[in-house]
């Protein structure tokens, strides 16, 4: 859609920078005006060549490394968007881009991005007329649309398979009650709630980073609930954390998965074998090792995580594993052939903000938009 939009007026020139030439050349094709190019963002020579040669990168890459592409564009003198949270990495180089007389625009995508706008134009709309918020909760998930939420994960993949599983790993802060909450990253599946938007969508939503200060950003400082938080379908969370329990979400270089010409792919029973430290490559054997890193007892979700499981292939001597480096690539290999949107196929974007009101006159009431 961003690539679209840029080439409607016929004046842009645009380049479509990917890891893979064929990625990008199979969007660059679509219009012309469009250039695919190859570009690895750790080269930094060629990714500072690319930056200066344009007046604006928009970094759509995984947030960890918005950081490198912004000291490109400030070395350049070039501007940079990105749809990302600002990073400590990315708030170190604010005095950097002021020198050098660019802007770095963050946080401007869905979430965060459009959800900011919405939020302060009630939030505003409220102190215009002489009320406070006492109490603000936002939700929001990029989804497949029900029809086609058919995996057991009820996600499907638009962009970085890698991104959506970091975030995965992030810690969680904010305000609940008065109370400041605090959830490490290994723990922020279980902290997973149902979030009620209409009784057809059976929702979940769990904290996203830190959104203690947004308090101060938003200006409602009365708010004794401060949280902003991401939204998925019921039976996302139990699946998600049985693969962080299984240590899929290691980024740690393995040699046996070290990417190579001459390697073949490996069964991937062998590769949960390895990962779970079990004698037995069998799947049986490996399915009864994956059920002890279960969280619920709920017994049907239980039973829907190992379908899961099974569905995947993770377990199996007759799917390949693609050598990917790490176990946390060598599963964004796996997910992405399964679960990316097909053809025809839709997304659909579910966003709720909830605020409790203090009005003028004392009265309180209930907005959501």
């Not at 962009?159 to 790993?169: E, Y």
């Not at 305000?175 to 990253?185: A, S, T, Y």
Request: hydrophobic share 40%.
């Amino acid at each position: 859609p961003c690539l679209e939009y840029l080439m409607r007026s016929g004046n842009n020139r645009v380049t479509i920078a990917c890891r893979r030439l064929e990625k990008a050349r199979e969007l660059s094709d679509k219009y012309a005006g469009a250039t695919g190019i190859s570009l690895d963002v750790e080269d930094d020579a060629a990714l500072e060549a690319a930056v200066a040669a344009h007046d604006l990168t928009i970094s759509l890459i995984p947030y960890t490394q918005h950081a490198r592409v912004m000291k490109a564009a400030i070395k350049a003198r070039k501007h940079v968007v990105t749809t990302s949270y600002i990073s400590p990495a990315m708030e170190e180089l604010d005095q950097a881009a002021r020198d050098a007389g660019i802007i770095c625009m963050n946080e401007i995508g869905l979430d965060p991005g459009i959800d900011h706008l919405y939020a302060l134009k009630i939030i505003n709309e409220v102190h215009a007329a002489g009320g406070r918020i006492t109490s603000f909760e936002s939700f929001c998930g990029g989804l497949p649309a029900p029809e086609d939420s058919n995996n057991p994960l009820g996600y499907k993949f638009s962009w970085s398979a890698r991104g959506v599983l970091l975030a995965l790993r992030n810690n969680a802060r904010y305000w609940q009650d008065g109370n400041l909450v605090e959830i490490q990253g290994k723990d922020l599946m279980d902290s997973a709630r149902p979030i009620y938007i209409y009784p057809a969508f059976a929702t979940v939503g769990y904290g996203n980073r830190d959104s203690s200060h947004y308090r101060e950003r938003y200006n409602i400082p009365h708010a004794r609930t401060c949280v902003r938080g991401t939204m998925r379908y019921q039976g996302f969370p139990e699946f998600a954390k049985t693969l962080v329990n299984m240590g899929f979400l290691d980024d740690t270089p393995q040699p046996h998965l070290a990417a190579a010409d001459s390697a073949a792919p490996l069964p991937w029973n062998t590769v949960t074998a390895q990962l779970l430290g079990s004698p037995s490559a069998d799947p049986a054997d490996l399915l009864a090792a994956i059920e002890s890193k279960i969280d619920t007892q709920d017994p049907e979700a239980r039973k829907r995580v190992l379908h899961g499981i099974k569905w995947l292939g993770i377990t199996s001597p007759d799917v390949a594993a693609m050598r990917r480096g790490t176990y946390l690539d060598v599963l964004c290999a796996r997910l992405e052939e399964l679960m990316m949107y097909g053809p025809g196929e839709r997304d659909m974007i579910l966003l709720q903000h909830k605020f409790e009101v203090e009005n003028a006159d004392g009265s309180t009431n209930t907005r959501t938009s």
